[in-house]
């Protein structure tokens, strides 16, 4: 995650940029909030799934909201995390099988478009059945199933306590992320300046709804130029 934020900052630098913002949910959330940790030329960052975790006042006296995000949490451990587990142990031997077979590829992100979007549980109630096909394909003609993968276990052996962003921080929390991550996990992570609650969508925000996206981006931007 360091390396991918020095490269987009690298990059910026080399386009000339001197002032810029910068976006991310999923593990984008990870390198936008590590770019913003960098202090580097950018001037604020906006997530789609932040980085939070339960406080101790909400694992001892939990709002409605919490006992929400705690019990999604819970579920998610016990149920959605197989993959994770894969990736961040033995994404090599996983690789074997996806870069085999299209159909096997197919099924490992389909299954999460499934799970993960705001849907119904049907992934056709957002997405056109090319878009899917899509962004499936793209990681099987590059042949990077396994290289995608091997994010998480290069990743997750090294993550630990980080210092707080204090780079003004917007956040559009969409109702069908799979991680519920209430303001108040936020606030000790990110100075927060922005926060707006989004009517649907799920983990897959700017794919499932780009106009809704766009339009929390641009005022978020608008007040930090």
């Given at each position: 995650?360091?390396?991918?934020?020095?490269?987009?900052?690298?990059?910026?630098?080399?386009?000339?940029?001197?002032?810029?913002?910068?976006?991310?949910?999923?593990?984008?959330?990870?390198?936008?909030?590590?770019?913003?940790?960098?202090?580097?030329?950018?001037?604020?960052?906006?997530?789609?799934?932040?980085?939070?975790?339960?406080?101790?006042?909400?694992?001892?006296?939990?709002?409605?909201?919490?006992?929400?995000?705690?019990?999604?949490?819970?579920?998610?451990?016990?149920?959605?995390?197989?993959?994770?587990?894969?990736?961040?142990?033995?994404?090599?031997?996983?690789?074997?099988?996806?870069?085999?077979?299209?159909?096997?590829?197919?099924?490992?992100?389909?299954?999460?478009?499934?799970?993960?979007?705001d849907c119904d549980g049907n992934p056709e109630n957002?997405?056109?059945?090319?878009?899917?096909?899509?962004?499936?394909?793209?990681?099987?003609?590059?042949?990077?199933?396994?290289?995608?993968?091997?994010?998480?276990?290069?990743?997750?052996?090294?993550?630990g306590e980080l210092d707080r962003v204090e780079l003004?921080?917007?956040?559009?929390?969409?109702?069908?992320?799979?991680?519920?991550?209430?303001?108040?996990?936020?606030?000790?992570?990110?100075?927060?300046?922005?926060?707006?609650?989004?009517?649907?969508?799920?983990?897959?925000?700017a794919f499932e709804q780009p106009e809704l996206f766009?339009?929390?981006?641009?005022?978020?931007?608008?007040?930090?130029?």
């Amino acid at each position: 995650v360091e390396r991918i934020a020095r490269a987009w900052e690298t990059l910026m630098g080399r386009l000339g940029y001197q002032r810029y913002g910068a976006q991310g949910g999923d593990w984008g959330a990870a390198v936008t909030t590590q770019i913003g940790r960098n202090r580097g030329h950018c001037a604020a960052i906006h997530l789609n799934m932040p980085i939070g975790r339960p406080t101790p006042g909400a694992l001892k006296n939990p709002t409605e909201e919490e006992q929400r995000a705690l019990a999604a949490l819970a579920e998610h451990r016990r149920w959605g995390t197989g993959y994770s587990k894969q990736q961040s142990t033995r994404p090599q031997t996983l690789g074997y099988g996806l870069a085999d077979s299209p159909v096997g590829q197919l099924a490992w992100i389909v299954e999460k478009f499934w799970a993960w979007m705001d849907c119904d549980g049907n992934p056709e109630n957002v997405l056109s059945r090319d878009e899917l096909l899509d962004n499936v394909t793209v990681y099987w003609v590059t042949g990077t199933a396994t290289s995608s993968a091997r994010l998480y276990w290069e990743s997750f052996r090294v993550w630990g306590e980080l210092d707080r962003v204090e780079l003004p921080t917007g956040v559009a929390a969409f109702p069908g992320e799979l991680l519920k991550t209430p303001r108040s996990w936020c606030e000790p992570v990110y100075n927060i300046t922005h926060w707006t609650a989004m009517p649907r969508g799920g983990h897959f925000a700017a794919f499932e709804q780009p106009e809704l996206f766009v339009e929390d981006l641009r005022a978020f931007f608008a007040t930090v130029r």
